[in-house]
């Protein structure tokens, strides 16, 4: 069975820094590309970032560009994201998500999601 | 504003069927048979429902069905059950730099 767990989520300041991770199982986390994907409270979908198979591939939505990091350690079947720079508006529930796919290519269909982890960026 | 666009809310009756539609652009939706459905369940995470336009994933019963014309796709459930009552969003490739935009969801209702 495929799961994903996300962890990492906290309330953090504006300005602050967090990174998130997901430990993946029951598939083979090196053959697979994976996601970002968030979700305000009470709102839609918002692609974030994906990384490809091998992580020698990255790529990132503009609201977060420059200030996000994806990664992933495939020894440890983990994926994480390294989130700096954090403002109000990245609060939300994160979810991690696998890739149909193992390139960072399109298209991009998510067929297994993590139930998220929630950022909240307060003062 | 979400890139795709969706009817905030559709409703129909048990056995009824119901469409959800997702406008885009020539970008993304239009240019691309890269279309894929979400179902979300209040609390719980996205399920794939519908990629590649008009694919089923195993499992995932053949009340639903997908469509593209232009740039618009859509979503059809026949036969409405309570448990179809959720969200949905559809997603799509897009060539801006965004590589992926969803719609901002249809709140389905079985009345």
């Known amino acids: 069975e495929v799961q994903l767990v996300e962890s990492g989520g906290v309330v953090v300041q504006p300005g602050g820094s967090l990174r998130l991770s997901c430990a993946a199982s029951g598939f083979t986390f090196d053959d697979y590309a994976m996601h970002w994907v968030r979700q305000a409270p009470g709102k839609g979908l918002e692609w974030v970032s994906l990384?490809?198979?091998?992580?020698?591939?990255?790529y990132y939505a503009d609201s977060v560009k420059g200030r996000f990091t994806i990664s992933r350690d495939n020894s440890k079947n983990s994926l994480y994201l390294q989130m700096n720079s954090l403002r109000a508006e990245d609060t939300a529930l994160y979810y991690c998500?696998?890739?149909?796919?193992?390139?960072?290519?399109?298209?991009?269909?998510?067929?297994?999601w993590g139930q998220g982890t929630l950022v909240t960026v307060s003062s | 504003q979400s890139a795709l666009t969706q009817p905030a809310s559709v409703s129909g009756s048990p056995g009824q069927s119901i469409t959800i539609s997702c406008t885009g652009t020539?970008?993304?939706?239009?240019?691309?048979?890269?279309v894929s459905w979400y179902q979300q369940h209040p609390g719980k995470a996205p399920k794939l429902m519908i990629y590649?336009?008009?694919n089923r994933p195993s499992g995932v019963s053949n009340r639903f069905s997908g469509s593209k014309s232009g740039n618009t796709a859509s979503l059809t459930i026949s036969g409405l059950q309570a448990e179809d009552e959720a969200d949905y969003y559809c997603s799509s490739y897009t060539s801006s730099s965004s590589y992926v935009v969803f719609g901002g969801g249809t709140k389905l209702t079985v009345l």
């Open positions: 998500a696998k890739d149909i796919a193992g390139i960072a290519a399109a298209p991009y269909y998510f067929d297994y």
């Open positions: 020539s970008s993304d939706v239009g240019g691309y048979n890269y």
């Open positions: 590649e336009v008009s």
């Open positions: 990384i490809s198979w091998d992580g020698g591939s990255t």
